[in-house]
């Protein structure tokens, strides 16, 4: 279900993000992760996943933590952590209320990004499976060989770059046969609504944002 | 300037950037680990300095591969939404990053007019990034409240970080990759 | 009717079609047959317009439709609606996630009124019989599901004529069946050109079939060969099977691939000596190979050796066992030939071969001149002859070869067949050979094992 168009959600969450990198307000960062946490709450997308992410960020968290009380400042400290915790808030919201098929309907209709980068990046993403086993593959073909390949191995990124180099081939002309062109007009089967009040739902969200960095 | 970037080219980018995200998938382990073993000592950040070479390695390998004005940009654009739809520790930061970090290994083939791919590319690319990285990590991160020895420590280990990643293991896989043929 | 005219490819110096001349008349099935790695899939893809564009030849010659020259006028959507083809590899065939997402991708890059789309999509499933595909991600589809899935697509598309590159590769022979009837329906309203290794499997449907002649480079009308009904079949195994040890053993084995179950075996043993394996496509023969690598789960236990590969450490392992991918490329290493036959000649443990017996091997499979050329840029033929003489050079005591004979002509596949039957002369070596190819094995085959509703038979032992 689409509460807001996708394009406004992810310009908004950006803006968001951006926007708190350089200020140093706590109140402000906890907020976010509140009603960044109602959000999911209300659209029942806390999932264990979540959850694990938003564990996993004790990590970070506590190295800060250290980090800033020997060399840095208390203060500093507080506000990187409640910001690290409202960029993964912000990111969940995104991530789990929106599939990459509604982002990139929105981006072609809405913002009107060329189709060629649309397209060509979902195709490459669903391909994210067969590059797995591809780089799976490769190692052990290395096995095979007595060789252990690393992440410090460039035969490793070059063996899986030249499977890279002809998946993009393979799936340009699959598209082609399927009629995509790059810069040709297409029809819309699914429309995604940007409507008013899509804007005055982000401008209010901003509005708040900005309230509360200035005024608490 | 993002003309010239065909469907092949963006499919393509949007496949390193995958590649890089399943071999540093294991890396990411890497930096929970080092932060832990770090934090006692109050230099979890230095995980962060230590491993940047791996996060950006994206942006370059592309450069090198599709010498087109954008690709090191776009690139890492496109890898940072694989990354936050992926499962990102990192969340919203993560495309914000992507930018940053795109627009700094941008910059050091954009210096070179797009036309020198070899050692010399190594040297500004690494310089570029590291410093515009730096800057921007020290308005963003709170490295301003840092001291100015700590700062030095995260500034060195970022530029040898960045070297060898972005530069050196780079330049190794696109030098396989010429001597394959097949970027005809 | 589509007419081919003068019609010459060639890559940098290297001719791959010359004077290729053909008329595909309205509402026939042709059938284009010739070895690996000749020009047919070239051709259908210069019909196709897919080439030169996405390749780095040179194209002259005139293609015609109905009279009209060259449709290079024609954008690719509108291209789309008179000429369509279905590729040999439907994985990378497709943008979309879902079968569904495809099919409206493709019917909104046809720029087809959003209000008929949805009845599009319907009657395109139905035609194919995979109404419950629908909302099915494509990657997690069969060969021959996928291959519906993309005829699906053309009939959407509905264009005048339908390519088809080698389509059932990958196909299991009910989804197989299936096609080619469907196929022949097509044929009322369509023209319909097939590239295929094997005609036999079209005699049924077929009206031309045209071979692809070496010496012109080009093709000439022919009819059905008889006797390509025959390379398939199995044969008499002449050795006994007693003395025999137990190589590979599978206990209480279950195998599946997502939901679809692969095998169900109590309790199966392939001995030493060489094993054909042989069965249908898609009934899991890769995914066994797959599974005592230890690179797909299982239920039960897999032996080597009387112990459970879960118990030989990871050094041991890849010493005693090795494997032949299916795809050249996969295997290889280094870039050039002989910097891959270095590799193994050092990397080996067990050191089957002198450097003098691997130089006999190099001259008799014809690499010796080819040394130092990029292993990228052979021929198939060329590459798999390399990926074999390489692993061979490794000296497991366990050699699984995954189609080890594909894309190899007449010539090759002696050399490759006496090659193999030295190594297990003279070393010893034990090796499970997956080949649809039969014929030309008999001299080098101990046994023959076949999978078969999702269990594995020893063919002509005792016990049968």
Known sequence: ?216 | MFKSLNLKNIILMTLISIICGTIFWIAGFLYNIVTIALTPMGLAPLANDLLIGLWTMAGPLSGYIIKKAGSSLIAEVLGSFVEMFWGGQWGASTVISGIEQGIASELGFTILGYKIYGWVSIISTTITTTIITFIWDWFRNGYSAYSYQMLILLFITRLVSIFVFNGILTKLIANLLEKSTILK | ?464
């Not at chain 1, 908004?12 to 109140?27: D, H, K, R």
């Not at chain 1, 993964?88 to 098929?101: D, E, P």
């Not at chain 3, 002649?213 to 006994?240: A, G, M, P």
């Open chain 3, 1 to 464: 009717m589509l007419q081919i005219e003068n019609l010459n490819y060639q890559i940098n110096k290297n001719w791959i079609l010359k004077n290729v001349n053909l008329k595909f008349p309205k509402n026939s099935i042709s059938i284009i047959q010739g070895p690996s790695g000749c020009g047919k899939s070239t051709l259908l893809k210069c019909i196709a317009k897919l080439y030169p564009k996405h390749s780095n030849g040179k194209i002259s010659g005139n293609i015609k439709l109905n009279n009209v020259q060259n449709f290079n006028n024609l954008s690719v959507n509108n291209f789309c609606k008179e000429i369509s083809i279905m590729f040999q590899n439907p994985n990378y065939q497709f943008a979309m996630s879902t079968v569904e997402e495809e099919l409206i991708f493709t019917l909104e890059n046809l720029q087809i009124e959003p209000n008929l789309i949805g009845t599009k999509i319907i009657n395109a499933l139905k035609f194919c019989n995979i109404e419950s595909l629908k909302k099915r991600k494509i990657n997690t589809l069969s060969g021959g599901e996928k291959q519906k899935v993309s005829l699906a697509i053309i009939y959407a598309m509905n264009s005048n004529i339908i390519l088809l590159d080698e389509p059932f590769v990958n196909v299991d022979i009910n989804s197989q069946k299936f096609i080619i009837h469907k196929l022949n329906e097509l044929k009322e309203t369509k023209t319909i050109i097939i590239v295929d290794h094997n005609a036999a499997k079209y005699n049924h449907i077929a009206d031309y079939y045209y071979k692809f002649d070496e010496q012109n480079l080009n093709f000439k009308i022919t009819e059905l060969n008889q006797s390509e009904l025959n390379k398939v079949s199995n044969f008499t195994i002449k050795r006994n099977n007693q003395n025999k040890n137990d190589l590979i053993t599978l206990d209480n084995f279950q195998l599946s691939s997502g939901t679809k179950s692969l095998l169900n075996i109590k309790h199966f043993s392939f001995k030493n000596g060489i094993t054909l394996l042989t069965g249908d496509n898609g009934t899991g023969k890769s995914s066994l190979f797959k599974a005592i690598l230890k690179r797909q789960k299982y239920i039960g236990e897999v032996l080597i050796n009387q112990v459970s590969i879960n118990k030989i450490r990871s050094k041991k392992f890849y010493k005693t066992i090795g494997l032949i991918f299916q795809q050249s490329d996969t295997q290889f290493i280094k870039i050039t030939v002989k910097e891959e036959m270095e590799l193994s000649s050092k990397q080996t443990k067990n050191c089957f071969y002198s450097d003098k017996q691997i130089q006999t091997m190099l001259v008799k499979a014809g690499l010796d001149g080819i040394l130092n050329r990029v292993i990228y840029t052979l021929s198939e033929g060329q590459k798999k002859k390399v990926q074999i003489i390489s692993m061979l050079i490794m000296s497991n005591p366990i050699l699984l070869l995954d189609e080890p004979f594909n894309g190899l002509d007449d010539t090759s596949f002696n050399q490759m067949v006496d090659i193999l039957t030295y190594a297990k002369n003279h070393f010893n070596q034990n090796m499970i050979i997956i080949s649809h190819q039969t014929k030309g094995l008999e001299k080098l085959v101990d046994q023959q094992v076949q999978l078969k509703n999702h269990k594995l038979i020893e063919i002509g032992s005792d016990s049968n």
């Open chain 1, 1 to 216: 279900m689409i509460l807001i168009n996708p394009s406004i959600k992810l310009i908004t969450v950006l803006i968001i993000a951006l926007e708190i990198s350089f200020t140093q307000s706590t109140i402000t960062n906890i907020l976010i992760v509140l009603i960044g946490f109602l959000y999911l709450l209300i659209n029942n997308k806390i999932t264990w996943n979540a959850l694990l992410i938003l564990l996993l960020a004790i990590i970070p968290t506590v190295g800060i933590f250290m980090s800033q009380n020997m060399y840095g400042t208390a203060a500093m400290g507080n506000i990187l952590v409640t910001r690290l915790y409202a960029y993964i808030t912000l990111g969940l919201t995104f991530t789990k209320t929106t599939t990459i098929q509604e982002l990139g309907l929105s981006l072609e209709q809405n913002l009107k990004m060329p189709t060629k980068f649309v397209y060509g990046f979902m195709g490459g993403f669903n391909l994210i499976n067969y590059v797995k086993q591809d780089i799976a593959d490769i190692k052990q073909a290395a096995h095979f060989r007595n060789i252990n390949l690393h992440f410090w191995s460039p035969s490793l990124y070059f063996k899986a770059i030249l499977s890279a180099i002809r998946y993009a081939e393979l799936l340009s002309e699959g598209m082609e046969s399927h009629g995509f062109s790059e810069q040709a007009y297409r029809t819309h089967y699914k429309k995604i609504a940007l409507n008013k009040s899509d804007y005055s739902k982000a401008t209010f969200i901003l509005l708040i944002l900005q309230i509360s960095i200035v005024f608490i």
